[in-house]
């Protein structure tokens, strides 16, 4: 609020020129006068006093990693978490257990970082409801044995395809 009644005609006329009036004001006043959220002191002065206490980041560190929204789910019997409207499958010895999803909610492949006890365990994926359909659960040991799979989904059946005797006999 400070900058905008200093601005003319030509600061405004592109945003080069408006970039280049800002970085003008920010460092020749802004950074020169006190402020009273810095007890009367300028950015500059404060700026100095703890500039070397200033640590940045190491090269290695996943900076998107720090910014990925967490949310606790507690893992259903099927292994399923659910989060924001989609089902996600998860380790089966987690079922019972809360563990919390890391994800990203602005990318559409969304991947889910899956942490259980303050360390991520693996990743959760989407529900592939067809193929679950078919998996064997030991409720004992919370394993899961996975049947085979039909390649293509099976048709229904029709019942114009059977006749009043297959009907009766229970089948062909």
């Known amino acids: 609020m400070q900058f905008l009644p200093l601005l003319g005609?030509?600061?405004?006329?592109s945003l080069?020129?408006?970039n280049r009036r800002l970085w003008a004001w920010v460092e020749g006043e802004?950074?020169?006068?006190?402020?009273k959220g810095l007890d009367g002191e300028t950015p500059l002065d404060r700026w100095a006093q703890v500039c070397d206490e200033v640590r940045l980041p190491e090269p290695e560190l996943d900076l998107a990693a720090l910014f990925l929204f967490e949310e606790k789910r507690k893992v259903a019997r099927d292994r399923t978490v659910s989060l924001r409207g989609g089902v996600y499958e998860?380790?089966?010895?987690?079922?019972?257990?809360?563990?919390?999803?890391?994800?990203?909610?602005?990318r559409p492949?969304?991947?889910v970082e899956v942490?259980?006890?303050?360390?991520?365990?693996?990743?959760?994926?989407?529900?592939d409801a067809y193929a679950n359909c078919f998996v064997k659960r030991d409720h004992a040991s919370k394993t899961l044995?996975?049947?085979?799979?039909?390649?293509?989904?099976?048709?229904?059946?029709?019942l114009r395809d059977f006749d009043g005797d297959d009907i009766?006999?229970?089948g062909r």
């Open 9 to 13: 005609t030509g600061d405004t006329a």
């Open 16 to 18: 080069e020129a408006l």
């Open 30 to 35: 802004y950074h020169h006068r006190p402020h």
């Open 90 to 106: 998860v380790d089966a010895v987690l079922v019972g257990q809360t563990v919390t999803l890391r994800f990203d909610p602005t």
């Open 109 to 111: 492949e969304r991947k």
């Open 115 to 127: 942490w259980h006890v303050g360390r991520k365990v693996g990743m959760a994926k989407p529900v």
């Open 145 to 158: 044995q996975p049947e085979r799979v039909p390649e293509t989904p099976p048709e229904g059946l029709r």
């Open 168 to 170: 009766k006999q229970g």
